[in-house]
């Protein structure tokens, strides 16, 4: 905690005169439109990989980046948190691209894999990390998904295209596509080479965001815009 304290004390005088303009800016509301879910591990660090600045993403952490899937009604199966971040980030935000972003050498995955999620002392851990369990089977069918990775890298490659089917069984979340008003993406954070890879599911795998993949998504994402107004940005 001490880091803490000296790192906040550290930025008002050092860091905190960059900022000041920006959030002024943002006293009286955001307007992020990427909504970013990612697993709460400390490694993972959204607003240092993609350079953004408060107020561009709107970030929702959990172990193991679930979401729990709705039933026909729109009403979570499982959680409440989730969920409510999707429909807010949806409703009240001018969200255009909801990314799902896994990362090696997850405690969830390697948990999920190891079939040790039920403990005693955990007993919501492991109902949470059941919604990881279609990932677990898709695993075990084998496929291209994560080839050459560690198992629980793979499934962590799989978690990721599990809970974005998960978003998909949200009616919110499937007019939206439909619609062609939201984009769906898969990311996972590759730790020991500091490397993010993004789903194509031309290829059925992640490759790494280079500067061709970067250059491609770029292109992509200019001829897709979900917001014509938007397009500059
Ligand atoms: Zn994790």
Redesign the pocket.
């Known amino acids: 905690m001490k880091k803490l304290v000296k790192g906040l004390l550290d930025f008002q005088r050092h860091g905190l005169p960059a900022y000041r303009a920006t959030f002024a800016r943002l006293a009286n509301g955001q307007t992020p439109d990427c909504l970013f879910i990612?697993?709460?591990?400390s490694r993972?660090v959204p607003n240092l990989l993609v350079s953004t600045d408060p107020g561009d993403l709107f970030v929702m952490r959990n172990?193991?980046?679930m979401v729990s899937p709705s039933d026909a009604t729109g009403q979570s199966v499982a959680d409440w948190s989730e969920a409510a971040a999707v429909e807010f980030a949806l409703l009240h935000l001018p969200v255009e691209d909801v990314v799902v972003c896994?990362?090696s050498?997850?405690?969830?995955?390697k948990a999920l894999l190891a079939g040790n999620v039920r403990d005693e002392r955990a007993p919501n851990l492991g109902n949470w990390l059941d919604l990881g369990r279609a990932a677990l089977q898709t695993l075990e069918r084998g496929g291209p998904v994560g080839e050459g990775l560690p198992p629980a890298d793979r499934l962590?490659q799989l978690n990721v295209l599990q809970q974005m089917e998960h978003l998909r069984t949200y009616p919110l979340v499937r007019e939206r596509l439909a619609a062609g008003t939201l984009r769906l993406h898969g990311w996972w954070f590759d730790i020991r080479h500091a490397q993010v890879l993004v789903y194509r599911p031309d290829r059925e795998r992640f490759v790494p965001i280079d500067e061709v993949e970067g250059e491609r998504m770029l292109a992509e994402l200019g001829a897709n815009s979900v917001n014509p107004s938007s397009t500059a940005a």
């Open positions: 990612t697993c709460a591990d993972v172990v193991g980046n896994g990362h050498s997850c405690g969830a995955m962590s």
